[in-house]
């Protein structure tokens, strides 16, 4: 990407990368700093990169956690590519992460940590911060582990409880280097130990070390300034996916006063979300940790038949397993949201590493004939309306639906501006009115939508199952046209959902040389190629995909005014596929990702230069 510099000289936007052992903290310091830059007014996405393993061995390649945060005084659509300033707390996070690390880039490494022994654990044969090779960058060597040794030693902690320390002395240099306040992370700190004060006065002693060390040497001389982001007014707080997705959920179910309940197993990297409910029960929401996910999701079905917002949360593997129920909910026809954050597969796969692994899955897996509403969210931030929606949508439609999110936006995190509750849309639920005369499959003319029946409703009664049911009376049928004409009814009422749905939207000409498509997490990477391929005076526009079945109504009339249209996804190609079975006269090209890593605007630019070019 194109390097930004203020009239001052600095610059507007920075990539920094956190990186160090699992047990390093690396994940909190990036953490601790992204909130700092939210409450100092930057719009920022961030990309936590740690390994499934529990707990490697120390000082291993394995074991190696990084945190990647891109933020400024412009829009932020992704996490950046390389990183201006590298933090490696050991040789293995060094040689894991140099890669990602811009020639000219300040690497600064825990000096402490490069012993003989660690660097063979490494890989390494000599010293990279002795021999040389790092003479394309900036080394910073700061004797983190020693100086938080010596900043604690009037507080009488053991020697591995002061070595824990030395994450703050990272974040306090790098608080220092970018102008950044430290109250924001003493006011954590005091929070986080609250019951252990010892814990917290280290650690704040730690951080203004670290502040004070930066101030000193000479290679950090000069703070540098990123500017505020210009953002319209409002509340605003940096969040991550996950928790944006338990919010949605929760918005909706006070919208459409349906309490909300949740039946999940725990499973990487969706348990958050499960996580962040449960800590809402004084608003009324549900959470059952079932023993695995067949019993999380058909729990939820029987909440959705009492008439609560029924949720299930899973990933990939956990999705296989619940196919079976979902067909059931289908059957029944009862509202319920399946939210997927998918992670690379097949099988266990990489189940820290992000991939849109499951959009065949959600499309096509399940036996016989059972279509679902499927929306996928665009960013961390985007994952709470998204939720709000999905539940939406499969309420008043009364269809169960799949929210595709990923581990990339839902681990990442964003600025994001609370909305107010009266700002949000009014969800309606097709509620049976008491003594009415209800039948359990009489539909609405329009959009095909029967009425929900809650239990011991006055004159409700009906029968309910995984049996195929009559038309309209919801009599057990084995009928072959009956059965025909049940099989069509629910595809139709699926897909008259479109009329209600946005028209698909160009960022750019809506008639052009290329068209780039996307959907799901890939947005914000494949938003920032298209403006800087723009910029460079390429004819070049973007189509982004929230609605994936049904698609928009106009998407035939959008795909068709381009000479080419390129589908970026990070799959072998679940995505193209899908638009060739439906618009097969379109002339398709695909660029395909499948390494558990998100795209970066460099390596898309370059595709689209060569397909234009």
């Not at 707080?237 to 006070?254: C, H, K, Q, V």
């Not at 939820?300 to 059931?328: H, Q, R, W, Y």
Request: overall charge neutral; aromatic content about 8%.
């Amino acid at each position: 990407m194109e390097e930004k510099k203020t009239k001052h000289g600095q610059p507007e936007h920075v990539v920094i990368r956190f990186s160090g052992d699992s047990g390093d903290g690396m994940q909190l310091t990036g953490n601790l700093f992204s909130d700092t830059a939210a409450y100092t007014g930057h719009d920022l996405s961030t990309f936590p990169d740690f390994p499934a393993e529990i707990r490697a061995p120390q000082n291993t390649v394995a074991g190696v956690s990084g945190f990647q945060l891109h933020f400024g005084g412009t829009k932020i659509y992704n996490s950046g590519d390389l990183c201006d300033v590298l933090v490696a707390m050991n040789p293995a996070a060094l040689k894991t992460n140099l890669k990602w690390a811009k020639k000219g880039a300040t690497i600064i490494v825990d000096v402490d940590n490069f012993e003989p022994k660690a660097l063979e654990k490494a890989g390494y044969s000599s010293n990279p911060l002795e021999d040389g090779s790092l003479a394309a960058y900036r080394i910073v060597k700061a004797p983190m582990r020693m100086l938080a040794r010596e900043t604690v030693k009037d507080l009488g902690l053991d020697t591995k409880s002061a070595d824990r320390t030395k994450n703050m002395f990272a974040l306090g240099m790098l608080l220092y280097m970018f102008d950044k306040p430290l109250e924001h992370t003493y006011s954590y700190l005091d929070i986080k130990f609250s019951k252990k004060p010892i814990v917290a006065e280290a650690n704040k002693k730690v951080l203004k070390a670290g502040y004070d060390y930066a101030d000193t040497i000479e290679v950090l001389q000069s703070k540098i300034h990123i500017p505020q982001a210009k953002l319209p007014k409002g509340k605003y707080r940096n969040i991550t996916g996950n928790i944006a997705t338990a919010w949605g959920l929760m918005a909706a179910s006070e919208k459409s006063g349906r309490p909300l309940f949740l039946g999940s197993y725990p499973i990487t990297p969706a348990t958050e979300i499960l996580m962040e409910l449960a800590r809402h029960r004084s608003l009324g929401v549900k959470t059952f940790q079932a023993e695995d996910e067949i019993a999380g999701i058909t729990s939820s079905i029987g909440a959705a038949f009492t008439g609560s917002l029924a949720v299930t949360t899973t990933s990939g593997p956990g999705l296989s397993l619940k196919v079976e129920a979902m067909g059931l909910a289908v059957m029944t026809e009862l509202p319920l949201v399946v939210v997927d954050v998918q992670r690379a597969g097949p099988s266990t796969g990489m189940p820290t590493k992000s991939e849109q692994s499951d959009l065949n899955l959600a499309l096509f897996g399940r036996n016989g004939e059972a279509p679902m509403l499927i929306i996928a969210a665009a960013s961390p931030a985007d994952c709470f309306y998204a939720a709000f929606e999905t539940a939406k949508l499969s309420m008043e439609h009364m269809t169960p639906a799949i929210l595709l999110t990923d581990g990339y936006i839902g681990f990442g995190s964003e600025v994001f501006r609370i909305p107010r509750m009266a700002d949000l849309p009014e969800i309606k639920p097709p509620l049976a009115e008491p003594n009415s005369e209800y039948k359990p499959y009489r539909r609405d003319p329009e959009t095909l939508v029967r009425k929900w029946a809650l239990p011991g409703t006055d004159g409700l009664r009906h029968r309910i199952g995984g049996l195929e049911k009559t038309d309209i009376y919801g009599e057990v049928s084995t009928d072959p046209l009956n059965h025909e004409k049940m099989v069509k009814l629910r595809a139709e009422k699926v897909q008259r959902i479109a009329k209600v749905l946005p028209l698909q939207e160009v960022f750019g000409e809506t008639e052009d040389e290329l068209l780039v498509v996307s959907w799901g997490g890939t947005f914000g990477a494949v938003r920032n190629a298209v403006e800087e391929c723009r910029k460079e005076g390429l004819k070049v526009s973007h189509s982004h995909f929230r609605y994936i079945n049904p698609l928009p109504l106009n998407t035939r009339d959008v795909l068709s005014k381009f000479k080419k249209v390129l589908v970026c996804e990070l799959n072998n190609g679940q995505f193209v596929h899908y638009l060739r079975m439906n618009f097969p006269e379109i002339p398709y090209l695909q660029y395909n990702k499948i390494q558990g890593l998100p795209f970066t605007v460099s390596e898309l630019c370059e595709k689209i230069k060569e397909v234009i070019k």
